[in-house]
């Protein structure tokens, strides 16, 4: 079973490593100029646009650093992400709304939640691999949305979790710019993390369990137990991204545990670039940006767009933005050492 | 009793369903090693061209049931031309997020030019009645869709089975690597099948018109209850998914019947039932072990 990151189209070519080489490769002083720059963004985006815009990039960010962590990392695709952002969502809320704690602690139990949720889904997941993995947590991830939907008396149904308020120590955040600012951290922290797995020994195993299964089993790595810590992991992350989207929109719907959330989590990832951790967070910006400039201009049929682009992307731009662009900066910095 | 003949009856008519779903995604997969997300949407294409045919153009249920199979299939053998063939030497992975995009693209079409309300078809008026089995009575047109159903999955079981193409097939299923080098050409069959494939979507679609309400959702939900059949069945196996999903339209109207007082179980029974099986045989209940991984 080959990953998906190493296609046999792609091996053809000059390696190209995954982001985690790419990091590994380029020289310090690119590294910690790409960072500065990546801060700097952060730090000014709710100036340059719609702050409740900024939000969601934050949150989706979140959401597809998760997925990627399985996909680019650990070579598995789960497409039943929404299972563990909805359910972070829908915890959050109901923490935010009735125990009336700081928004960070009610986040941090929706994100628990997600990842005690991960458990049994993840350990029957790895029990497959490749395309049956991904329709396994799609199948699981709908039947967590059946069990929402059934369950009136607490999601509210469809009407949704209605008004989950932004309690923090008594700090007015209902300027979107104001809590933009306060969630930074948050986010910052998650995507610290996920990239930290992914430099530790843990990760680099993750690693080659994706590329090479057999062997990894062979010396002795217990694959089914790395993977389900990873789904798990992965799921802890989503989940923070999801109840922090609970919060910034104060309001739940099913939506966020419907398979179109899951599908345009992997398509975010894809857009991004597979295997590089931060292509997701670009492509979160892109995907939300572009999905609110739709709204915006009153276009009604945002899955013509968002379906166009998955089939774009996937025919012609398999690596990805970030991907891509290391590619680029790789062979330009390989020409000129020549 | 009669409540329960009638409930089992009820299982084997949406079973039907699922087995003519199953069936296709699995021929597809032997064939391609491609799990078709857009057979949902197929499946609501038949369901709406039929619906259009009837509306627009006085074309009767007998007609569609021919036109829009043969239709779909011809534009399943065209995108796979266009597209699916462009990655079939990539991981699988990649085949299932482009027709996760063509179904989104297909749903959004539906819905930008008829709305998102559901529009009501007519039973085709020589199966309006009920066929009276003695003890109880059951509508005719559900008699006919269960024995069409098991008809079609017989005939492809025959031609599978019985026929030098339904050979080739199986043999370029299994070990496409031997068959090539007997001198057969696998490639040619690629597309064919898929065509196929997608033509008892179409088929199944037009079926579920005139009993369920057709709007440009109805495959959006369904197609995920398919993967857990051909998830429970073993996508290998061909058998396997047309069993599994006879059994799980069962599973589900005893669910609903007898379990009415526990929605959320008799909702996700499907998944419940895919859970038992990947802990008690992870390949499927008729799948073969893949390579340990």
Not at chain 1, 76 to 82: E, I, P
Not at chain 1, 251 to 264: A, E, P, Q, Y
Not at chain 2, 93 to 116: A, C, E, P, S, W
Not at chain 2, 274 to 291: D, I, S, T
């Amino acid at each position: 079973m080959t990953s998906i990151v190493d296609t046999p189209a792609d091996a053809a070519r000059p390696a190209v490593p995954s982001g985690l080489v790419t990091v590994a490769r380029a020289p310090g002083w690119v590294r910690y100029a790409l960072l500065a720059v990546g801060l700097a963004v952060a730090l000014w985006l709710p100036n340059g646009l719609y702050a409740a815009v900024a939000v969601d990039i934050l949150c989706w960010a979140l959401f597809a650093v998760a997925v990627d962590l399985l996909l680019g990392f650990t070579g598995l695709m789960s497409f039943g992400h929404a299972a563990f952002w909805g359910t972070s969502a829908y915890v959050t809320g109901l923490v935010a709304i009735h125990a009336g704690l700081p928004f960070p602690v009610a986040v941090l139990a929706g994100a628990l939640a997600a990842a005690v949720l991960a458990v049994p889904i993840g350990y029957l997941a790895v029990k497959r691999t490749g395309i049956y993995f991904a329709m396994v947590t799609l199948a699981f991830a709908q039947m967590v949305y059946y069990v929402a939907n059934e369950w009136r008396s607490v999601t509210r149904g469809e009407n949704g979790l209605q008004g989950v308020p932004r309690e923090l120590f008594g700090l007015d955040l209902t300027d979107d710019y104001y809590f933009y600012y306060a969630i930074l951290p948050i986010v910052l922290l998650g995507l610290a993390a996920a990239w930290r797995i992914v430099q530790s020994p843990f990760g680099r195993v993750l690693v080659g369990i994706r590329d090479n299964p057999a062997r990894a089993r062979a010396l002795g790595y217990p694959v089914h137990r790395y993977k389900l810590t990873a789904f798990v992991l992965s799921g802890f992350i989503a989940g923070l991204g999801g109840g922090l989207f609970a919060v910034g929109h104060r309001f739940v719907s099913l939506d966020v545990l419907h398979w179109t959330t899951s599908g345009k989590a992997v398509i975010v990832v894809v857009l991004g670039g597979i295997g590089t951790l931060w292509g997701g967070v670009l492509g979160a910006g892109v995907v939300v940006l572009l999905e609110d400039w739709l709204s915006f201009s009153g276009f009604e049929a945002i899955g013509l767009v968002t379906g166009g682009i998955f089939v774009l992307v996937v025919l012609l731009f398999r690596r990805g933005i970030w991907g891509s662009a290391a590619a680029l900066a790789l062979r330009r910095m390989a020409a000129r050492r020549r | 009793m009669t409540g329960f003949l009638q409930n089992t009856f009820n299982g084997l008519v949406s079973g039907a369903f699922y087995a003519l779903l199953a069936l296709g995604l699995a021929v597809i997969f032997g064939m391609l090693r491609v799990v078709n997300f857009a057979h949902g949407a197929f499946y609501m294409l038949g369901a709406f061209g039929a619906y259009v045919l009837l509306t627009e153009a006085g074309v009767p249920f007998w007609a569609a049931l021919v036109i829009m199979p043969v239709g779909l299939g011809l534009l399943g053998m065209a995108l796979e031309r266009a597209f699916i063939h462009r990655l079939t030497r990539l991981d699988p992975l990649y085949n299932f997020l482009l027709t996760f995009g063509l179904t989104l693209i297909l749903q959004d079409l539906v819905k930008l030019r008829y709305g998102v309300q559901s529009s009501p078809y007519a039973t085709p008026s020589a199966l309006s009645g009920t066929v009276d089995f003695g003890i109880f009575d059951f509508p005719a047109y559900r008699v006919f869709i269960l024995g069409f159903a098991l008809a079609v999955c017989v005939g492809v079981w025959w031609v599978l089975t019985r026929t030098r193409i339904g050979m080739v097939v199986r043999a370029a299923t299994e070990r496409p690597e031997l068959t090539r080098a007997f001198g057969i050409d696998v490639g040619r069959w690629v597309t064919p099948v898929f065509g196929f494939g997608i033509g008892l979507a179409g088929l199944a679609g037009v079926l579920a018109a005139p009993m369920r309400a057709v709007n440009p959702l109805m495959g959006a939900d369904l197609i995920i209850v398919v993967f857990a059949v051909v998830v429970i069945g073993g996508l290998g196996s061909i058998f396997g998914s047309v069993a599994a999903g006879f059994g799980i339209g069962l599973v589900q109207a005893w669910g609903e019947a007898y379990l009415s007082a526990f929605p959320i179980v008799s909702q996700t029974i499907v998944f419940i039932v895919m859970a038992v099986v990947l802990l008690w045989r992870p390949a499927g209940l008729f799948g073969r072990e893949e390579a340990p991984a």
